[in-house]
C-alpha cells in the first residue's frame, strides 16, 4: 500500500491529473484486491495440531491398553493374550485390547501411576513396587515366606490375599488378579554359590525395594537397584556380578550369555499383579466388570500352568547353554534362611504387623494341609 500512495504522490507532482486519476483508481483496485486475497487466505488458516492424546476409542470400540515390563514370549505376556482372547470371546467387538511389552508405555512404577491418574488402563507389575502404594504388599517380599508354589496360590487366592488386593481401591486402583511371577533364583558371573558365604562381597542388581537390599544386605553381598532394561547391558560390562529373578525371567532375557552360575535359593516368591486403573472400572458396566475379572481368572490359571512348564524345562535348558546349575540341600537351603532372619524382626512393623501375622498363619495353615 505505500508504494501505491508514492506512485500517486509522485504523478501529482508531475501536474497530471488525468493520469493521477488512472493511477489513483488502479492504485486502489490493487489495494482492495490486496486486501480481499488477504483476508481469503487468513480465513483458510487453521490452528497448529496439537500431539494426539491417546485414542479411548477407535472404530466404536473402548480402548484398553495393557502395557508391562517384559518381552512377548514371556508367561506374563501370553497370559495377556489369553486375557484378551477371553473379553473378545465374551464382549465382541466392544474393546480394542492393545498390549505392549517390553516396558514400552514405561516401566512398573511408570504404569502404576498412569493406571493411578487414568492414563493408562491396565498394567501387571511384580507385587514388588507396589509396596510404595500400598505397603501391606511388602510381606510378599519377606525372603522364605512361602515353601512353595501350591501354598502360595493357596494363600495369595484366599480371603488374605483378596484383602490385600481390596487394599489397592483406596489408592486409584482395582487388583483384578495374581498371576505367576515365581521364585526368584539368584545368577552370578564370579563363582558358584551354596551357602550364605558364599554370596559375601558380590554386587547383585536388585528391585528398588527396601525389604530386596535388606535380605541382600544380610547375606554380605552388594546389592545395587537398577532399572529391568538395564540389567543385561550392566552384567556383560562387569557393572554389576550378577542378579536374582525366576527362571523364565532368566532363560527369555539371555542371561546365560552374561552370568556363569545359576544356585536355585527359591528367596522370594513375588506375584504379578493384574491391575484396572480404578477410573476405567468405576466406568464399566457391571456386567462387562464380571467378565473382565473372570477374564483375569481364567488367564491367572493358564499363565500358571505355562509358568512351570517353563520353569522346569528351562532349567534343564539352561544347563544345556553352560550354566552351572546348583540345586540346595535342605541344610544349605535353611543356612540362607537363619542368615535373613533379621528382615522380619526389622520390617513386620513397617509392613503391618497384622498383615504379616495373618499370612504367616495363612501359610502354616496351607502348608499343614498339603
Keep these: 500500500m505505500a508504494v501505491n500512495a508514492a506512485m500517486i504522490d509522485q504523478h501529482k507532482k508531475r501536474g497530471g491529473n488525468r493520469v493521477s486519476k488512472k493511477w489513483f483508481v488502479l492504485a486502489m483496485v490493487m489495494v482492495m484486491a490486496t486486501t480481499l486475497l488477504t483476508g481469503c487466505l487468513s480465513s483458510d488458516k487453521k490452528p497448529a495440531a496439537k500431539p494426539d492424546a491417546a485414542k479411548t476409542e477407535t472404530a466404536g470400540k473402548k480402548v484398553i491398553r495393557i502395557s ?106 482395582k487388583g483384578l488378579a495374581y498371576w505367576e511371577n515365581g521364585f526368584r533364583h539368584l545368577t552370578n558371573s564370579a563363582h558358584e554359590v551354596k551357602t550364605p558365604e558364599d554370596v559375601k562381597g558380590l554386587k547383585i542388581r536388585v528391585m528398588q525395594n527396601p525389604i530386596h537390599l535388606a535380605t541382600w544386605k544380610a547375606l554380605g553381598a552388594n546389592p545395587t537397584p537398577m532399572p529391568f532394561s538395564e540389567l543385561f547391558t550392566a552384567m556383560q560390562q562387569k557393572t554389576v556380578d550378577g542378579q536374582e529373578n525366576p527362571i523364565p525371567t532368566i532363560y527369555l532375557s539371555k542371561y546365560n550369555e552374561v552370568q556363569k552360575y545359576v544356585t536355585l535359593t527359591g528367596h522370594v516368591y513375588t506375584p504379578h499383579i493384574l491391575i484396572i486403573s480404578k477410573k476405567v472400572w468405576d466406568g464399566m458396566p457391571k456386567e462387562d466388570q464380571k467378565v473382565f475379572q473372570d477374564a483375569a481368572y481364567v488367564a491367572r490359571d493358564y499363565v500358571r500352568k505355562i509358568s512351570k512348564e517353563m520353569n522346569d524345562s528351562q532349567t534343564a535348558k539352561l544347563k544345556e547353554a553352560g550354566m552351572t546349575v546348583t540345586v540346595l540341600t535342605p541344610e544349605q537351603q535353611k543356612a540362607f534362611q537363619d542368615a535373613v532372619k533379621s528382615v522380619y524382626a526389622e520390617y513386620t512393623d513397617k509392613i503391618g504387623k497384622e498383615t504379616v501375622e495373618s499370612i504367616v498363619a495363612e501359610v502354616k495353615k496351607a502348608t499343614a494341609k498339603k
Excluded: C, W
Design 68 to 173: 508391562i515390563g517384559l518381552n512377548e514370549v514371556h508367561p506374563e505376556f501370553l497370559g495377556l493374550k489369553k486375557f484378551k482372547e477371553e473379553v473378545d470371546k465374551k464382549l465382541p467387538g466392544k474393546y480394542d485390547i492393545q498390549l505392549y511389552a517390553n516396558a514400552q508405555l514405561g516401566d512398573d512404577v511408570k504404569t502404576t501411576e498412569a493406571a493411578r491418574m487414568g492414563n493408562l488402563e491396565m498394567t501387571g507389575p511384580s507385587s514388588s513396587p507396589l509396596t510404595g502404594i500400598v505397603k501391606e504388599l511388602g510381606v510378599f517380599d519377606l525372603p522364605f515366606l512361602f515353601p512353595n508354589t501350591t501354598v502360595a496360590y493357596t494363600v495369595m487366592d484366599g480371603p488374605a490375599g483378596q484383602k490385600l488386593l481390596d487394599l489397592m481401591e483406596a489408592k486409584g486402583l
